[in-house]
């Protein structure tokens, strides 16, 4: 089983910036996808961005030019630094990983953008 653990959410000014971590541990199975999702109150959960073992990378249309997701494999570690942040920003952001065997998801950090 893997197991994730996130960190460095919180309360942040309208443009202002966070970095996201999220740790794997446990049977982290190569190739994967590390990703972060994000759902906000009333809303569906939705993709934010996405790296593969091979550092391919997608992102939402709505965070693209302002959010960059990084990795380390090294670490088995996920990042998403968020800049220019919004309030429609304002989420609680979870981290998942995919591979061939299964997959896992982070218990979540709350990001809030607000003045």
């Known amino acids: 089983q893997v197991q994730l653990v996130e960190s460095g959410g919180g309360l942040v000014q309208p443009g202002g910036s966070l970095r996201l971590s999220c740790a794997a541990s446990?049977?982290?199975?190569?190739?994967?996808?590390m990703g972060w999702y994000r759902q906000a109150p009333g809303k569906q959960r939705e993709l934010v961005a996405s790296?593969?073992?091979?550092?391919?990378?997608n992102y939402a249309d709505s965070v693209k030019g302002r959010f960059t997701i990084s990795r380390d494999n090294t670490k088995n570690t996920v990042y998403l630094q968020m800049n220019s942040l919004k309030p429609e920003d304002t989420a609680a952001y979870y981290c998942?990983?995919?591979?061939?065997?299964?997959?896992?998801w982070g218990q979540g950090t709350q990001v809030t953008v607000s003045s």
């Open positions: 446990g049977s982290v199975f190569r190739p994967n996808v």
């Open positions: 998942s990983l995919r591979h061939a065997l299964g997959s896992a």
């Open positions: 790296i593969t073992s091979d550092t391919r990378t």
